[in-house]
């Protein structure tokens, strides 16, 4: 009687989709971009720390804002690339366990948890530096409520990471339990 395995030998590699080629290559490009991205801000946030120490040549630059709002702006958006950089790394290792043909591995369970804890703490960085950009850019003599723009799909969007984290964990438990059943 002839049985077959449950999961093939590991020398024997499933054609991944075109698809999941195409995502690894995207991934890859906004990798990139992403760096590019955070240099620049980098960059710029050097630049507007110059103009607060009172560096002549570069405090006239600016004109419709304080060299301390755009150090403020600058960080938050160096910020908010170094949370989306953590997720494009976390997505780009489990594009590879894809092109594998072993998706369910514990390390993609933690792989997803780290991107919605990353897009958890990003969404709270936004919340509270749009909260110090507003109150800074208040006048004296303003005193008004300042209004912060809750997304509560983004909150639905980590409640369906942390929905995808256990199924992941729980399918890489069951896949171990399986290996081992005789």
Same mark, same amino acid.
Request: aromatic share 10%; glycine share 4%; with cysteine.
């Given at each position: /009687?002839?049985?077959?395995?449950? %999961?093939?030998?590991?020398?024997?590699?499933?054609?991944?989709?075109?698809?999941?080629?195409?995502?690894?290559i *995207?991934?890859?490009?906004?990798?990139?971009?992403?760096?590019? &991205?955070? =240099?620049l801000?980098?960059l710029?946030? !050097? %630049?507007?720390?110059?103009?607060?120490?009172g560096?002549?040549?570069v405090?006239?630059?600016?004109?419709?804002?304080?060299?301390?709002? =755009?150090? !403020?702006?600058? !960080?938050?958006?160096?910020? @908010?690339? =170094?949370? &989306?950089?953590?997720?494009?790394?976390?997505?780009?290792?489990?594009?590879?366990?894809?092109?594998?043909?072993?998706? &369910?591995?514990?390390q993609?369970?933690?792989?997803?948890?780290?991107?919605? /804890?990353?897009?958890?703490?990003?969404?709270?960085?936004?919340?509270?530096?749009?909260?110090?950009?507003?109150? *800074?850019?208040?006048?004296?003599?303003?005193?008004?409520?300042?209004?912060?723009?809750?997304?509560? %799909?983004?909150?639905?969007? @980590?409640?369906? *990471?942390?929905?995808?984290?256990? @199924?992941?964990?729980?399918? =890489?438990? /069951?896949?171990?339990?399986?290996? *081992?059943?005789?």
């Amino acid at each position: /009687m002839n049985v077959e395995t449950l %999961y093939p030998d590991n020398e024997t590699v499933p054609n991944a989709s075109p698809a999941i080629g195409f995502l690894n290559i *995207l991934l890859t490009i906004i990798w990139w971009g992403g760096w590019v &991205f955070l =240099a620049l801000f980098t960059l710029l946030s !050097v %630049y507007a720390g110059l103009g607060m120490l009172g560096v002549e040549s570069v405090h006239k630059t600016f004109e419709n804002i304080t060299p301390f709002m =755009a150090l !403020v702006s600058s !960080v938050s958006v160096v910020i @908010v690339a =170094a949370v &989306f950089l953590i997720i494009i790394k976390q997505l780009r290792d489990i594009c590879k366990t894809l092109l594998t043909g072993d998706p &369910f591995v514990p390390q993609n369970a933690t792989r997803l948890r780290t991107i919605w /804890m990353a897009v958890a703490a990003g969404e709270i960085l936004r919340l509270c530096s749009t909260f110090v950009i507003s109150r *800074l850019s208040q006048s004296a003599e303003e005193i008004s409520v300042v209004a912060t723009d809750l997304r509560i %799909y983004v909150w639905f969007m @980590v409640l369906a *990471l942390i929905i995808l984290a256990e @199924v992941f964990r729980e399918g =890489a438990r /069951m896949r171990q339990e399986a290996k *081992l059943t005789v």
